[in-house]
């Protein structure tokens, strides 16, 4: 789960940064509203927040902006002012959750985990031919067989569950898989992909990981 923090105030970003990745989130920040933007447009991220006082252009414009660009990733919006009338341009300009500063960590730490909770909840499954993968067990499925996954494999076929036949680069699986600082290369994406064919196979199903040489992976259903 990767969080990106759009926030120029460096103390709050700090602090934020620090509250999310105590409890396991990877985070990334942006202090400015266009490289928040550029950020946000890659759609790596499971959640932003997102400020709305930024440098460049506000949060509204922000958000108005990438949702035009058909980018759905939910947004948590703070604010100093909790006026109704940023409320509402706020969810009118895309914002998912409205929270007014100052707050304090659990609110925020609530906030984060119920918009994520509700995204699990529209989803608990992806399915791809006749194969499923379990987001709730991190399990992979066909028909009544499962197979466990690691954390690693279940990031990776979760990637390319999602992705559903189109291919998903290399590098986008680095960052989504082992994040933005790790130093995990090219060649642990195709270990992994190894350990993902194997356990595919072990089920008997019929769907296939096919690597696009220099491109990325996709899965194919045979
Ligand atoms: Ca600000």
Avoid at 40 to 68: C, K, Q, W
Wanted: hydrophobic share 45%.
């Amino acid at each position: 789960m990767t969080i990106l923090i759009i926030e120029d105030e460096e103390l709050l970003s700090e602090s934020l940064r620090e509250l999310l990745s105590q409890r396991g989130f990877a985070t990334e920040a942006a202090f400015d509203g266009p490289t928040g933007l550029e950020y946000a447009l890659t759609g790596l991220y499971d959640l932003i927040v997102l400020d709305v006082m930024l440098p460049g252009f506000d949060g509204f414009e922000l958000a108005r902006r990438l949702r035009s660009k058909r980018v759905g990733t939910p947004i948590l919006m703070l604010t100093a002012r909790s006026g109704l009338d940023d409320r509402v341009e706020g969810m009118d300009a895309g914002a998912d959750y409205y929270l007014a500063k100052p707050f304090e960590a659990r609110e925020l730490l609530a906030c984060v985990n119920a918009m994520l909770r509700r995204q699990g909840a529209q989803v608990d499954e992806l399915r791809f031919g006749d194969a499923a993968l379990d987001l709730a067990s991190a399990e992979l499925v066909r028909a009544d067989r499962r197979i466990r996954l690691s954390a690693r494999e279940f990031e990776l076929a979760r990637c390319l569950f999602a992705a559903g036949g189109r291919i998903v680069s290399k590098e986008t699986l680095l960052v989504k898989v082992w994040g933005w600082e790790s130093e995990a290369v090219e060649n642990n994406v195709e270990v992994y992909v190894g350990f993902l064919r194997r356990k595919l196979a072990a089920l008997g199903s019929a769907v296939k990981i096919k690597a696009q040489r220099s491109l990325g992976y996709r899965l194919e259903a045979e």
